[in-house]
């Protein structure tokens, strides 16, 4: 896809199927993100300064993303850092992260977080309570996994809306000490399998190694360790 208009700014009140063109123009050629900025979220500077990498010719190094961001000043509540010490509320006076046209969007309703499209009809959306500084992480891997049968669960609360949606699936979950090179190699596990592994396939970034298997919600199959082989001897045909 050409660079030119895969950067956009927006504001106004959009609906919830704002972005519903755009997704199916790009369907299986590309991920489409939907950025909101916080005014009063300190750290929203992290997705800001995603959006200067992007601007400074960074977009071109991912040929496959299309991405809008704009600008939101509802009050968010109880920020805290990587350590859980309360930071600063900025004042939504304040012009730093841009000019004071707002975005507002029914699918980010608590006024920041992202949404993730890898087709029309299947986002995943993260909201109030998600760690920014892993935000571009989630971006660069939703972007290698795009065009597999695997799926980025962007925290522990999408895990949480996967298990309470009655899902079927496997999670395979992957804590910050886990090596990348581990994880691309359960990957090419996985991708090994093509179109006949008909399960979907979820990689979380959570606090171990583990894969599991859930049947409407319910774990079926738990296994230690990432052996994708292993644990498919254990699924059910």
Same mark, same amino acid.
């Given at each position: 896809?050409?660079?030119?208009?895969?950067?956009?700014?927006?504001?106004?009140?959009?609906?919830?199927?704002?972005?519903?063109? $755009?997704? +199916? *123009?790009?369907?299986?050629? !590309?991920?489409?993100?939907? /950025?909101?900025?916080?005014?009063?979220? #300190?750290?929203? =500077?992290?997705?800001?300064?995603?959006?200067?990498?992007?601007?400074?010719?960074?977009?071109?190094?991912?040929?496959?993303?299309?991405?809008?961001?704009?600008?939101?000043?509802?009050? $968010?509540? +109880? *920020?805290?850092?990587?350590? !859980?010490?309360?930071?600063? /509320?900025?004042?939504?006076?304040?012009? #730093?992260?841009? =000019?004071?046209?707002?975005?507002?969007?029914?699918?980010?309703?608590?006024?920041?977080?992202?949404?993730?499209?890898?087709?029309?009809?299947?986002?995943?959306?993260?909201?109030?309570?998600?760690?920014?500084?892993?935000?571009?992480?989630?971006?660069?891997?939703?972007?290698?996994?795009?065009?597999?049968?695997?799926?980025?669960?962007?925290?522990?609360?999408?895990?949480?809306?996967?298990?309470?949606?009655?899902?079927?699936?496997?999670?395979?979950?992957?804590?910050?000490?886990?090596?990348?090179?581990?994880?691309h190699d359960c990957e090419n596990q996985i991708k090994a399998y093509g179109e006949k592994l008909r399960?979907?396939?979820?990689?979380?970034?959570?606090?171990?190694?583990?894969?599991?298997?859930?049947?409407?919600?319910?774990?079926?199959?738990?296994?230690?360790?990432?052996?994708?082989?292993?644990?498919?001897?254990?699924?059910?045909?």
């Amino acid at each position: 896809m050409p660079t030119k208009n895969r950067l956009n700014k927006v504001n106004g009140n959009l609906n919830e199927k704002a972005f519903l063109k $755009v997704t +199916k *123009q790009i369907e299986g050629r !590309g991920v489409v993100v939907v /950025a909101m900025v916080n005014r009063t979220c #300190a750290e929203c =500077d992290k997705i800001q300064l995603f959006v200067k990498k992007l601007e400074s010719g960074w977009l071109k190094k991912l040929p496959n993303l299309v991405f809008f961001y704009g600008y939101n000043e509802t009050t $968010v509540d +109880k *920020q805290v850092d990587d350590n !859980g010490r309360p930071i600063p /509320a900025k004042k939504s006076s304040e012009k #730093a992260l841009g =000019d004071s046209n707002i975005f507002n969007w029914p699918l980010l309703p608590d006024g920041h977080g992202y949404a993730i499209y890898t087709s029309p009809t299947d986002v995943t959306t993260c909201t109030d309570d998600f760690n920014h500084a892993e935000f571009e992480t989630i971006i660069i891997d939703t972007l290698r996994r795009f065009n597999s049968s695997i799926r980025t669960l962007p925290n522990m609360g999408a895990r949480k809306k996967f298990i309470d949606g009655g899902g079927t699936g496997i999670v395979v979950e992957t804590s910050g000490n886990t090596k990348p090179s581990k994880i691309h190699d359960c990957e090419n596990q996985i991708k090994a399998y093509g179109e006949k592994l008909r399960i979907p396939i979820y990689f979380l970034k959570g606090l171990g190694e583990n894969m599991t298997y859930y049947i409407n919600g319910k774990p079926m199959v738990k296994l230690a360790g990432l052996n994708f082989d292993k644990l498919l001897k254990k699924v059910p045909a």
